[in-house]
């Protein structure tokens, strides 16, 4: 049965209209993939070295599990965000006779060979034979390979349950920042050893080999509890029950002020408000509101002026990245019956756009008592505001026009990746990157004025030809009509 299911994942993957119009970016990924393995590798192969020379009279292999706390953390909240449980059509399946727990069995093992599980074994593995090669004890190291290996899958585990108990919640990611940030915090003020405690436990695992029944019995554990909660999930009727909730109608009559498009306005306020995914995007305005309190409160930051692009780029256009990255793909659930009503595609296209640069404006505004840092910092979050609108919103446009995934909306709200494709990594790229190594570049060689200037600059000749940049996109999203209406129709 599980061949069976293999045999039909296949066939669904390679037969999508995703897979077949867009080989390029499935190449571009392999390209990724390969990049962050021979990165992982190098360091895992030159690890030991680097702990030598950073830490010449303290035993390595003790220094390398002190600092694992920190790589279960960030590793837990990587996967939190982009790691999601594979997704199987079961419901033709819940018709045969099928037993659910060999359906739970082959999702789970499914999501054992993600590639965030395979991609810490190559620093793990390099790093177990450079200790070997170091005079290392060999059954003291083997063991401590294989307890990191059954690591990585606990914390595979542990993370979808962490995602079944937040699914239904707003902002759920919250509660596992401020978690991590009380451990952190804990560790930080020698309140709590964490970070030595779990040095020592693995230490101790590695020495005595028996003890590693008890990393074993924990990932067991994981493993029993997701199996329970999914098959509690499993059922025919499982999607029919519905919440009911009461809609709270908002004046919305201010948008009339920007005549033929209000309407389309109108209706994406409603979409993004209504819905659980569309209404992240405006909370997490409020992240990008207080990112800068991360970087601005530290001198190393506040002073150097190149961490203010990226992070006035992000906190004005927070907003902009967050929406604008799916843009057609909200309106996925009803874009067959939208493309056959008599509308213009280019008031379509600019509501969404005009809502992305009030939101930039909105953010800068508010974003003002940062002045307080000194007011480079106003200036260059002015000039990214600037960015933003003239460039990186129509950048956001165009890309959209790429967008082949369908959304339900009505998923849990952060951080949900359904309907992440390549097109909104590779666009994050030129987004953030661009004027970022153009403003550090002429800040380093220039001066700090002219580097202002010519951000701002830039971003008034994207609003000069503003209606000539939407002709084009306006044309490349018609071109994609018909192909984007064929893609939305089916289930990624």
């Not at 690890?47 to 920190?70: M, R, S, T």
């Not at 790093?127 to 063991?143: E, H, K, N, V, W």
Request: glycine share 6%; charged share 15%.
């Amino acid at each position: 049965m599980i061949k069976h299911f293999i045999n039909l994942e296949w066939k669904q993957y390679f037969r999508s209209s995703y897979w077949q119009k867009s080989l390029g970016l499935n190449i571009l990924l392999v390209f990724f993939a390969l990049y962050f393995i021979v990165l992982f590798s190098f360091f895992g192969f030159f690890l030991l070295k680097i702990i030598k020379k950073v830490y010449p009279e303290q035993d390595p292999f003790v220094v390398a599990n002190g600092f694992l706390f920190f790589w279960i953390m960030i590793d837990l909240m990587m996967r939190f965000f982009l790691q999601k449980l594979p997704v199987m059509s079961v419901k033709p399946l819940l018709t045969l006779p099928i037993k659910r727990s060999t359906i739970v069995n082959y999702v789970l093992g499914k999501s054992a060979l993600n590639f965030f599980n395979f991609l810490p074994l190559f620093a793990i593995i390099p790093f177990s034979i450079m200790l070997i090669r170091d005079d290392y004890a060999t059954p003291m190291i083997i063991t401590w390979m294989f307890t990191m290996i059954i690591l990585v899958f606990i914390i595979n585990f542990f993370n979808f349950i962490v995602e079944a108990f937040s699914a239904e919640k707003e902002l759920s990611f919250l509660p596992l920042i401020a978690v991590i940030g009380t451990l952190y915090g804990l560790d930080y003020f020698n309140i709590l050893p964490i970070k030595s405690a779990i040095g020592n436990a693995l230490i101790a695992v590695a020495n005595n080999p028996i003890l590693i029944l008890i990393p074993t019995a924990i990932l067991l554990l994981c493993y029993w509890y997701n199996f329970k909660i999914l098959r509690d999930k499993l059922f025919l009727d499982g999607s029919l029950k519905s919440k009911v909730q009461e809609v709270k109608v908002a004046n919305l009559s201010w948008t009339k002020r920007f005549g033929d498009i209000a309407p389309f306005m109108q209706l994406d306020l409603k979409l993004i408000w209504r819905n659980k995914r569309t209404k992240s995007s405006a909370f997490l305005m409020v992240i990008g509101l207080l990112y800068g309190l991360f970087f601005y409160t530290q001198p190393i930051y506040r002073d150097s002026l190149y961490a203010a692009s990226f992070v006035g780029i992000f906190s004005t256009g927070i907003f902009l990245i967050s929406f604008g990255q799916f843009i057609p793909a909200w309106d996925s659930g009803y874009y067959k019956m939208l493309m056959s009503q008599n509308i213009k595609y280019e008031q379509y296209l600019r509501s969404k756009f005009i809502l992305m640069i009030l939101s930039v404006a909105i953010m800068f505004v508010l974003g003002i008592p940062y002045i307080y840092f000194g007011w480079k910092i106003l200036a260059v979050h002015f000039a990214a505001a600037v960015y933003n609108i003239g460039i990186n919103s129509h950048i956001m446009l165009y890309g959209g026009s790429f967008n082949r995934k369908k959304i339900d909306l009505n998923q849990r709200a952060a951080f949900n990746y359904q309907g992440t494709g390549a097109v909104q990594w590779i666009i994050g790229l030129p987004i953030m990157l661009i004027p970022l190594i153009l403003f550090s570049i002429l800040n380093y060689f220039v001066a700090f004025e002219v580097a202002l200037a010519f951000l701002i600059l830039i971003g008034i000749v994207g609003i000069v030809l503003h209606k000539k940049l939407m002709r084009m996109i306006t044309q490349r999203y018609l071109d994609s009509k018909y192909k984007m209406i064929d893609a939305f129709s089916q289930d990624n």
